[in-house]
């Protein structure tokens, strides 16, 4: 387990290219990709994110990452080599899949829900997929800020995503993904907004995922991507 405390951002960096950081493995079905899933990554920005995961107990496990963004593709694909192997986590077309083995004893894992907010908050949030054809539900207040809500379609029946723009920026800020089966949801914050020269976009830098089942005003974070190299 890394504390935040223990590890410099450069040691993280570092794991992107090392065993990473974690406990015992323990196995599980490893899923290998087809032809259809592959993504010409010149088409995509890789950015290399420090990741925090925020567990039970107060402790905090990080871990160095690589998020594969790929606007034309609508797809996020996450790689991260911890101690107990090579893992990856794919989006595309919001439908999931993972590759891998370990991931019960891997502290840092990712699910639909929560890569569906990292998603929607750096692809939408940062301009590279346009929000304008999404439907509108209206205009929310959110912790004093006013939003336009927009949905976005999820193929997954039982997951309801929801953008929020922010009226006076104009940006995508807040993503929430509702799963009404199991009756949770969960909030990605989006802020420490960068300009990116490449495609003259801001985009942002660090997005919080919290867990808002028992409501905002209760909100729990989970999760913290911030991404520290976005060529």
């Not at 959110?142 to 009226?167: F, T, W």
Request: aromatic fraction near 10%.
């Amino acid at each position: 387990m890394i504390h935040r405390n223990v590890l410099s951002i450069a040691a993280l960096l570092a794991c992107l290219m090392l065993a990473g950081c974690g406990t015992q493995p323990t196995e599980t079905p490893t899923k290998q990709p087809t032809s259809s899933e592959q993504i010409d990554p010149a088409n995509c920005i890789a950015a290399q994110a420090v990741v925090s995961y925020f567990l039970e107990g107060g402790r905090t496990y990080m871990t160095a990452q690589k998020h594969l963004f790929c606007p034309e593709a609508k797809s996020l694909q996450i790689y991260s080599k911890e101690p107990q192997g090579s893992f990856t986590w794919k989006l595309t077309a919001q439908r999931f899949s993972r590759m891998g083995s370990g991931f019960q004893s891997n502290p840092a894992d990712w699910d639909l829900p929560r890569m569906l907010s990292v998603y929607a908050g750096f692809l939408y949030g940062g301009g590279f997929v346009s929000a304008d054809s999404l439907a509108d539900g209206g205009i929310v207040t959110l912790e004093g800020q006013r939003y336009r809500q927009l949905s976005m379609p999820v193929p997954d029946k039982v997951i309801h995503a929801l953008l929020y723009r922010n009226l006076d920026t104009n940006r995508i800020e807040r993503v929430v993904i509702e799963d009404k089966k199991q009756g949770q949801s969960w909030m990605g914050i989006c802020y420490n907004w960068s300009y990116y020269s490449p495609k003259k976009l801001w985009i942002p830098r660090t997005i919080d995922i919290y867990d808002i089942t028992d409501g905002v005003a209760s909100k729990r974070m989970i999760i913290q991507a911030e991404y520290k190299k976005v060529p």
